[in-house]
């Protein structure tokens, strides 16, 4: 159940997300809490979301900030986030944005490929400033998730791949205003099995062993992101497992003497907090099916559309005993894709009026809203209002 109240219902337009600030607050203080056991940092990674009063809770809970835009650098910024705890990623960063991470001071760059080295010395050498970049390379390893969000194997446009790596830790070093501070990397989102941690873990060492051979060691690894969480059962689970997450990386990688490890966790954090309240335009009968019309659609929320996401369904307007029979619950969208899910057990006295939410929207949820077919961008409402 979401913890939304009466009163925020009756007077509230729909769509909206709505936020649960107090668990994702616990959220924050567990992992907080398990990455300290082993002196692992943590990054947020904005593009989950960047809603500022969510931004200022997760700032509150001490941990940096994983970018991969200006914007986002900005919105970090302005949110208060250290410049020192930051780091920025993407494989097509511009001019203007490395300017500004500069000017910013941030702590490192997360470097793509050899022209972007080339740009960054380049801006740094004319602003007389030093560019702190750890490079991120393309493992080969392979996520087991949805092929759109797999990002570590060789056909994917991320990082370096790991036979040019030891040239392009030689190419930090000739370049002077660069200075070299490691290895990152991220093979994936929404990643369920453990194991693909563990492997990812050896490759790493198996990596850092090959530099380290030629007296090249890196001073910090950053694992990215990655975690999963449980989206067909979000209230048994409504904190991922961050304790066996953390656990796999202390067992299975070999840490050399002074070397930091990070992290840039997203979704975990923040996709549990975040429903998408919506209601129910008609109920209408097709030919073998039901279908169930709510006034949120795929604008709001893309992740069913574009990667076959399932969100739990709820009418929170039914009582909890009501018989159940299947809907195909739609969105007003001119699209067939605008569909959040199909033959979805819901009350059979589901009517025109009822309240739904859509649970685990807190990640890749607002932040990817459109305003296809002219839709308004949904607000967002938050428990502690
Ligand atoms: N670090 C890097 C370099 C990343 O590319 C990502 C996510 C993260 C960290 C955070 O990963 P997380 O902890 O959230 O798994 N829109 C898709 C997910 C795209 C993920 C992109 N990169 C979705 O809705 O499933």
Redesign the pocket.
């Known amino acids: 159940m979401i913890a939304i109240t009466a009163r925020q219902l009756r007077e509230i337009k729909t769509p909206f997300y709505f936020y649960d600030v107090e668990l994702l607050d616990k959220t924050l203080q567990l992992a907080v809490r398990e990455a300290k056991r082993h002196d692992f940092h943590l990054h947020y ?1 904005l ?2 979301n960047a809603n500022p009063r969510l931004l200022e809770i997760i700032r509150e809970r001490g941990l940096g900030a ?1 970018c ?1 835009s200006g914007n986002e650098v900005e919105a970090a910024i302005k949110s208060g986030f250290p410049a020192g705890s930051i780091v920025y ?2 494989v097509g960063k511009s001019d203007e944005e490395i300017r500004l991470a500069l000017q910013q001071e941030i702590s490192c760059f ?1 470097c793509e490929s050899f022209p972007e080295l080339e740009v960054i010395n380049d801006i740094a050498g004319a602003m007389g400033k030093t560019a702190r970049v750890s490079l ?1 390379v393309n493992p080969n390893v392979d996520a087991h998730t ?1 092929h ?2 797999t ?1 570590g194997v060789e056909e994917n446009k ?1 990082g370096f791949p790991v036979d040019d790596l030891e040239q392009a830790v030689n190419r930090c070093r000739e370049l002077p205003n660069i200075e070299w501070t490691g290895l ?1 990397f ?1 093979v ?4 369920t099995d453990t194991s693909v941690f563990r492997s990812l873990c050896e490759r790493v060492n198996e990596i850092q062993r090959g530099i380290a051979a030629r007296g090249l060691v890196p001073s910090r690894v950053n694992f ?5 969480v449980d989206y067909d059962d979000p209230d048994a689970r409504p904190v991922p497992d961050f304790a066996a997450y953390f656990q796999a990386f202390a067992d299975s990688f070999e840490r050399l003497p002074g070397q930091q490890v990070h992290f ?6 923040v ?1 549990q907090c975040g429903s998408l309240v919506t209601r129910v335009l008609y109920v209408k009968e097709g030919k073998n099916k039901k279908f169930i019309i709510l006034d949120a659609g795929m604008n709001d929320l ?2 069913p559309a ?2 076959q ?1 399932r969100h739990r369904i709820e009418n929170i307007s039914a009582l909890l005993d009501e018989p159940l029979e299947p809907y195909d619950v739609v969105g007003p969208v001119c699209e067939s894709s605008d569909c959040f899910g199909k033959a979805v057990p819901l009350p059979v006295t589901t009517r025109r009026g009822d309240f739904f939410a859509i649970r685990s929207c807190g ?3 607002e932040v ?1 809203a459109s305003r296809y077919n002219l839709r308004p961008i949904a607000p967002s409402r938050f428990s502690n209002d």
């Not at 990215?224 to 999963?228: A, I």
């Open positions: 990674a593009k989950a994983d991969v990623a993407g997360n991120r949805h759109y969000i990002t991320f990152h991220h994936g989102s929404q990643i990215g992101g990655g975690l999963g840039e966790p997203g979704r975990p954090v996709a893309i992740r574009l990667y996401a990640a890749y949820g990817m």
